[in-house]
């Protein structure tokens, strides 16, 4: 059996490369060998450093029974939800069709032509409480396509022309998209995003709904800018809780209880990045109004003190690029344990090894990095933390930088992932340089950042003329008339799922930290202020529009486009006061 993992850029791909399984990684020779065998592949989705991720490796498939019967009826598939999240976005999609409880991992059976036909997330190694266990659900889904191969090709072609046109905005009960408003949200509607939110507030522990409960950072960004309470009681409730560890300073993923209590350990590099950003803001806020004698006094000043300290001293890896995320997992005691590091002191972890990082460099993630701690570091006057900034930057250009100006999605000790760099790229890496540039003085971060967000408006213009070819500096982004958005990746989506008609186009849904869409749109915005070029608030505008119906209907999942939404409507509103 050959070892395709075990060069892999991905550390969560390495971590399964001595399974019994005979794991292909994500690319069209997993499909050709499932079409020259009439088998159906099974795609399992996860990432490093993914809880239940782990537990199903070590249950299931490190099983040697189990992995016969999965060489035997299937290929099998690993991907890095990280490295490729369109992969993920367009099976995760799919999934929500056989269950509501999505997460990771995620399995998901599809057709040798890539088609969706079912999906689940974590099974047990034997039934429990009416949940089948992995054995009895692969042999389920092999019974189906022999027996029943119509069903299941009929189910796969509905699901997949559903996915289709969800992404061409096409939802049941919903207006055609050129007959939805293209309008940017009134101050009047973004007030009463607000008062929905507060309305949605848990007002006895902070934050949104209940358990499980997530920072949703991009949302608290929002409220930032609407100057609403609600943003400050969150954060201050969520520094005070068990979701922060109080030694290093960093912020886990998400709690399982509504109290922020029983965290799930992994500790996110985006999570910690926007939270800096927002209690830097926070901080910042308290020392204008007085309200504490610097932002550094402030006990916001202090949580953002712990995260930018955290990302420094833990998260940044030799060379000056910021890993992805450090593991929930642990040796402790000589046992292996899920959180048990986080509980010991400062004096009891220094004879504890800490749970892993996955060194996996993910250009946008290290964006949102280097934007936090150049935010951060000018705040409170931290040269350390803008040194940080700008050696992450230098990595990414010197490393993710191809030699026709675009992005590599991921590198690992400085090997490119062949994974291409999507929308999210562009936007968070640009926004940071743009930021980063500013504060030092930095010609160099300014000109690539201005030229990364032009890529993105020279993709949608070549797009709309079939070109195949980049077109020259200073293209206008596309007007919306046939359905492109004004930013497109460089290069197009990945290219397995375009070849097998599953690629959604459009980036735009965001929840833990901004979509494409609306990072790009944020670097945008800063070249029009900074330029006065029109083009780039045309594009912002159009992009932003886009999307403005569904953020005032689901806030929870547009924070960030909300954020510039608002930042947009205050600057229509200084300059018609003036």
């Known amino acids: 059996m050959a070892n395709r993992l075990g060069d892999a850029i991905s550390p969560y791909l390495r971590s399964h490369a001595d399974n019994p399984v005979d794991w292909y990684p994500w690319g069209e020779a997993a499909f050709a060998e499932a079409a020259r065998r009439d088998v159906p592949v099974l795609v399992s989705i996860g990432y490093s450093t993914c809880h239940w991720c782990h537990v199903m490796a070590r249950e299931s498939f490190s099983d040697t029974g189990l992995a016969a019967v999965l060489n035997r009826g299937f290929v099998a598939v690993k991907v890095d939800r990280e490295e490729h999240p369109e992969v993920d976005a367009v099976y995760l999609a799919a999934a929500g069709a056989f269950t509501q409880n999505l997460g990771w991992p995620l399995n998901v059976f599809v057709t040798p032509d890539a088609k969706p036909f079912f999906a689940g997330t974590y099974s047990p190694p034997v039934a429990v409480q009416g949940n089948p266990s992995f054995g009895q659900v692969l042999g389920a889904v092999a019974d189906a396509w022999a027996n029943r191969r119509e069903e299941v090709e009929s189910t796969a072609a509905q699901l997949t022309k559903a996915l289709v046109a969800a992404s061409n905005g096409e939802q049941p009960g919903e207006l055609p998209a050129e007959a939805r408003s293209k309008a940017l949200p009134t101050p ?17 522990h902070g934050g949104f709904g209940g358990a499980p409960k997530f920072p949703v950072a991009p949302v608290l960004k929002f409220l930032q800018v609407m100057d609403a309470p609600l943003a400050d009681r969150a954060l201050r409730a969520m520094a005070a809780s068990p979701l922060r560890d109080p030694v290093e300073g960093g912020f886990f993923r998400y709690a399982t209880a509504s109290d922020w209590s029983e965290p799930h350990y992994e500790r996110m590099l985006y999570d910690n990045a926007l939270l800096l950003d927002a209690y830097t803001t926070s901080a910042q806020k308290a020392g204008s109004t007085g309200a504490a004698k610097t932002p550094a006094d402030h006990w916001a000043g202090e949580t953002a003190a712990g995260i930018a300290s955290f990302l420094v001293s833990t998260m940044q890896i030799d060379g000056g690029g910021f890993a992805s995320a450090q593991d929930s997992e642990s040796v402790v005691a000589g046992q292996q344990s899920e959180g048990g590091y986080y509980a010991l002191d400062a004096e009891a972890r220094k004879g504890e090894t800490p749970p892993k990082l996955d060194l996996k460099v993910l250009t946008g993630w290290n964006g949102l990095a280097i934007s936090a701690l150049t935010h951060a570091g000018a705040a409170f006057g931290n040269e350390q933390w803008l040194s940080a900034a700008a050696s992450a930057a230098d990595y990414v250009l010197e490393h993710h930088v191809r030699a026709d ?16 760099a999507i929308l999210e790229d562009y ?38 003329t079939g070109a195949g070819a980049e077109p020259e500096a200073g293209a206008e982004a596309g007007d919306g008339a046939d359905g492109r958005p004004p930013f497109l990746a460089p290069g197009g989506g990945d290219p397995v799922l375009a070849a097998h008609g599953l690629l ?48 005032l209907q689901r806030p929870i999942g547009f924070g960030a486009a909300l954020e510039i939404m608002a930042k947009l409507a205050a600057t229509d509103r200084a300059r018609a006061n003036r």
């Open 427 to 464: 936007g968070m890496f640009a926004d940071a340089l743009l930021q980063l540039g500013s504060v030092l003085g930095n010609e160099r971060y300014l000109r690539v950042g201005r030229q990364l967000v032009d890529l993105t408006i020279g993709a949608s213009a070549a797009a709309g």
């Open 504 to 551: 959604i186009e459009g980036d735009v849904s965001e929840g833990a930290y901004p979509s494409g869409l609306s990072a790009v749109s944020s670097a945008a915005c800063a070249l029009f202020f900074a330029s006065g070029e029109q083009r780039y608030i045309d594009a912002v505008r159009e992009s932003l529009a886009s999307v403005a119906e569904d953020a």
């Open 405 to 420: 100006g675009t992005l590599a999605r991921a590198s690992l000790d400085g090997q490119l992932s062949p994974a291409r």
């Open 188 to 204: 009047a509607q973004l007030a009463q995003v607000v008062f929905e939110l507060d309305a949605y507030e848990d007002a006895l």
